[in-house]
């Protein structure tokens, strides 16, 4: 119910993964109806008011005549639709279709009421406006990608079915059963200016990272026990004295997931006093990364109640005012620090993938080099750990932070953008190259527990051990296993571990 509240995260993604239906509410209603009055008296009376009586950028100063209202508001979709690349996702789009509609229904944007409830039809009937993932700096809002989103109300543009057919805008709206929408006064700027693409990928991606960091606490904890590592670090005694929650949360949780562990118990006595920093600092670590997830979580969470297009209507004091609520500044920074903490994530386990095949020899504790019977014959997870480490590095580039490069844009008008939306894009795909890298991790260590049988780890991790294992049967001999990565990593992104 969109009634002019702020929406959660789980409401976001819910509705961007097409499982919740939305309706106009209405108290957000009545607000919009009064907003659009405003508006249309304000451009009646012929105020110079950005957007609306005025052309747009460093075209601000331009007087628009009355007759050419309408045209104003057509010509800035068209013209703004100029994004290229693949694609959004779909969960992106219908993100951004959701958010866009909740803020104009908060009564400060100027739009009548078939505006919003042309993106619920769209919402509700699976039907899925085709964008493009470039063009963006979000700065003066997502303008190139929510112009693409807004073509298709107008009848242009095109959009996906339900079923996944591109067809064209026009045919889209007749799919859904609503008509091409005429724009009025400010309603094609308000449906460009806004940080809904930003807001959008930061409630997927946060979703997506808690699910990761859970994932890497599981494989974590499964590494240390194929490896016979201590859980001696883990010691909450230890940990209070760092004085960080997320540290000391991580180690509980380790020794949680390692807790009646045959394995441990069979080294107990064994002469290594200190294990290498991978295992022995996860709490440390990942402790760091939940860290800034918390940050990133909280950053994102005010922009599902905001309103940020511009100019923005104060219906109680018939103001109209102009500002830079559109600016991705607020949403920047989080998701540049989000690919960063992932990175580091994925850089991690990389590093104990590797020390779970290395084999070393004169280690009565080692487990057989690449976790296979009869090394030489055969290859066993070698290639695994290799292709993981081409993912880490990929990961190492596409994490040098995009707010950092503003660029200026309209003449000068706009001369500091955040670049949020690339931020927000190398987040998804560094998730994604951190989830394939996990999913080696969990792999491997569930051979690593195959390989110390009789010998059992403790009940919470044969449990996550069954969950690998239905994905990915043990290996005993060499097969080709890039569907089984592909099959974890995607049950990573849904949260099954952890």
Do not use: W
Request: proline fraction near 6%; charge should be negative; hydrophobic fraction near 45%.
């Amino acid at each position: 119910m969109l009634d002019g509240g702020a929406l959660t995260r789980a409401e976001v993604v819910g509705v961007a993964r097409g499982t919740v239906d939305v309706e106009l509410g209405p108290h957000a209603r009545e607000a919009v109806i009064a907003a659009a009055d405003l508006i249309a008296r304000v451009a009646g009376e012929g105020q110079a008011v950005y957007g609306v009586t005025t052309g747009f950028g460093s075209l601000e100063s331009v007087r628009i005549p009355d007759d050419q209202l309408s045209a104003l508001q057509v010509n800035i979709v068209r013209s703004h639709a100029v994004g290229v690349g693949e694609p959004l996702p779909v969960d992106v789009v219908r993100g951004m279709l959701l958010l866009l509609a909740a803020s104009l229904s908060r009564g400060h944007s100027g739009v009548r009421v078939c505006i919003i409830e042309s993106l619920i039809a769209l919402l509700n009937a699976g039907v899925t406006p085709v964008v493009p993932s470039r063009g963006s700096v979000g700065a003066s809002g997502d303008l190139a990608p929510l112009a693409h989103l807004a073509l298709v109300l107008i009848g242009e543009g095109e959009a996906l079915t339900p079923t996944g057919e591109r067809i064209d805008g026009a045919a889209a709206l007749q799919l859904v059963g609503v008509e091409p929408v005429a724009l009025g006064p400010k309603e094609g700027l308000a449906l460009l200016n806004g940080t809904h693409l930003m807001a959008s990928i930061g409630a997927l991606a946060v979703t997506e990272a808690q699910h990761l960091f859970a994932a890497a606490q599981v494989a974590a904890a499964m590494s240390v026990d194929a490896l016979l590592g201590s859980s001696a670090p883990f010691d909450p005694r230890l940990h209070v004295l760092r004085n960080r929650p997320q540290q000391q949360a991580v180690a509980a949780r380790l020794l949680a997931l390692m807790e009646g562990s045959e394995m441990r118990e069979s080294h107990v006595d064994c002469e290594r006093v200190q294990d290498a920093y991978t295992l022995r600092c996860i709490p440390q670590v990942l402790g760091a990364v939940g860290e800034a997830l918390d940050y990133v979580e909280h950053a994102i969470e005010p922009e599902f109640g905001a309103v940020t297009d511009n100019p923005l209507l104060f219906v109680e004091d018939g103001d109209v005012l102009s500002g830079g609520n559109f600016h991705g500044q607020p949403l920047s920074l989080p998701l540049d620090t989000l690919t960063i903490a992932v990175q580091e994530l994925a850089a991690f386990s990389e590093r104990r993938i590797f020390r779970l095949m290395d084999g070393r020899s004169g280690d009565p504790h080692s487990l057989p080099p690449f976790l296979i019977g009869d090394p030489g014959t055969k290859s066993g997870l070698m290639i695994a750990q290799y292709m993981a480490a081409s993912l880490v590095a990929e990961g190492a580039v596409l994490s040098h932070p995009a707010g950092v490069g503003s660029l200026p844009t309209s003449a000068g008008q706009e001369d500091f953008n955040s670049m949020g939306a690339t931020a927000g894009l190398q987040a998804l795909q560094v998730l994604a190259l951190a989830r394939r890298v996990v999913a080696v991790e969990l792999i491997a260590a569930a051979q690593g527990f195959d390989l110390r049988r009789p010998l059992l780890s403790g009940p919470a991790l044969e449990v996550e051990y069954a969950k690998v294992r239905e994905l990915s049967p043990p290996l005993v001999e060499d097969r080709s296993q890039a569907a089984e990565f592909e099959a974890v990593a995607e049950a990573i992104r849904l949260g099954v571990f952890g």
